[in-house]
T-cell receptor, first 114, second 115 residues
Framework: SQKIEQNSEALNIQEGKTATLTCNYT??????LQWYRQDPGRGPVFLLL?????KEKRKERLKVTFDTTLKQSLFHITASQPADSATYLC?????????????FGAGTRLAVHP | GAVVSQHPSRVICKSGTSVKIECRSL??????MFWYRQFPKQSLMLMAT?????????EQGVEKDKFLINHASLTLSTLTVTSAHPEDSSFYIC???????????FGQGTRLTVV
């Protein structure tokens, strides 16, 4: 069956450290993959997009990697701050479906402690 | 990023009534809009995809007559929950895309409570 899996347990880290979140997928062929941030009671906010032929993307303190062999994307936040505390969602767009469908993982809650 | 406005942010309605939720793209033309439903601590579940001027495509298990979607213009889509019941209580989120291959932008969500 098709699955997108993110660690359901919250990730607790100390301020200033690097947070690394994992997204694994099964039985999908992603055209590209996206990462979103979601705060409680709010809609997701787009962070980064990485295409299937790209290995790595960076934006300020954020870095995303994409390994289509391992079927995995890693999302890194360097020099983390308490304001980075939120739920982070990965979503992929499969080649099928007209490049339109965004399929989400359940998200991983990140808590950055001062 | 682009702005998608969703209204209302919260609504409480009586069982058996209908509720309309609006989703507007404020600074771009949304050729495609999506409606999601999210339960606490769970993933966003895609309910339907709509393209301007055409009928929405519903995901398997989503009742078309229950969740009416109208994408009347390139900046507005509406979701109407008809004859709402307590089990329809959830967080509903819309998103909009301009062109194939670009990222989707999300509204702030609507918390629906049916009493």
């Amino acid at each position: 069956s098709q699955k997108i899996e993110q660690n359901s347990e919250a990730l607790n880290i100390q301020e200033g450290k690097t947070a690394t979140l994992t997204c694994n997928y099964t039985n999908y062929s992603p055209a590209y993959l996206q990462w979103y941030r979601q705060d409680p009671g709010r809609g997701p906010v787009f962070l980064l997009l990485i295409r299937e032929n790209e290995k790595e993307k960076r934006k300020e303190r954020l870095k995303v990697t994409f390994d289509t062999t391992l079927k995995q994307s890693l999302f890194h936040i360097t020099a983390s701050q308490p304001a980075d505390s939120a739920t982070y969602l990965c979503a992929l767009v499969p080649f099928s479906g007209g490049y339109n469908k965004l399929i989400f993982g359940a998200g991983t809650r990140l808590a950055v402690h001062p | 990023g682009a702005v998608v406005s969703q209204h209302p942010s919260r609504v409480i309605c009586k069982s058996g009534t209908s509720v309309k939720i609006e989703c507007r793209s404020l600074d771009f033309q949304a050729t495609t809009m999506f409606w999601y439903r999210q339960f606490p601590k769970q993933s966003l579940m895609l309910m339907a995809t709509s393209n301007e001027g055409s009928k929405a495509t519903y995901e398997q298990g989503v009742e078309k007559d229950k969740f009416l979607i109208n994408h009347a213009s390139l900046t507005l889509s509406t979701l109407t929950v008809t004859s709402a019941h307590p089990e329809d209580s959830s967080f509903y989120i819309c998103s909009a895309k301009g062109q194939v291959g670009t990222e989707a932008f999300f509204g702030q969500g609507t918390r629906l409570t049916v009493v």
